[in-house]
């Protein structure tokens, strides 16, 4: 009896791939004020500005108060804020920049909801605890790395 040979008319394995994210996108800026380190001392030194700001903040559904708490100033001179000096741009450049690395993982709900949930590798923090600071900020770069990578605890 001759074998018979099955053919598969689909493929295998579907492939789920989320869309990429980035700053650029995030922060609604030209890709020339950001792809090389030079230009982003120049972006962050002419500081960016409040549409920069308001596409982050509606895009991470942070309020003032959380944003105003990872950048260093209060919630009001926040409202009030039309250009971002060099530290707050450069704060904000991070953000964004995290939040493309974790949008584009986890899609835009998941990584919500994630920044919102203690974690134990964190020391049962959260997420968001950690925004305030650049170390923090590298802190849940690595992580969702490891997480990319299947890197377990």
């Known amino acids: 009896m001759a074998k018979k040979t099955l053919k598969v008319s689909e493929p295998v394995a579907a492939l ?4 990429k994210m980035s700053v650029e996108d995030i922060l609604r800026l030209d890709l020339a004020d950001l792809d090389e380190p ?3 001392v120049d972006t962050f030194r002419s500081g960016l500005d409040k549409s920069s700001f308001e596409s982050f903040k509606a895009l991470s ?4 108060e959380t ?6 100033v209060s919630a009001k001179t926040l409202q009030r804020k039309e250009v971002f000096d060099t530290g707050q741009s450069e704060k904000l450049y991070q953000l964004a920049d995290l939040y493309a690395i974790g949008i584009t993982y986890f899609g835009r709900e998941g990584f ?4 919102e949930r203690p974690l134990f ?3 049962n923090r959260t997420p968001l605890d950690l925004i305030d600071v650049s170390t923090g900020i590298d802190l849940l770069k690595a992580e969702i790395m490891r997480l990319q990578h299947g890197i377990a605890i």
């Not at 559904?61 to 003032?64: E, S």
């Open 16 to 19: 789920y791939q989320k869309a």
């Open 38 to 40: 030079l230009s982003r």
């Open 61 to 64: 559904g942070l309020d003032y």
């Open 67 to 72: 944003l105003a708490d990872a950048l260093g």
């Open 112 to 115: 919500r909801r994630w920044m």
């Open 121 to 123: 590798t964190l020391g």
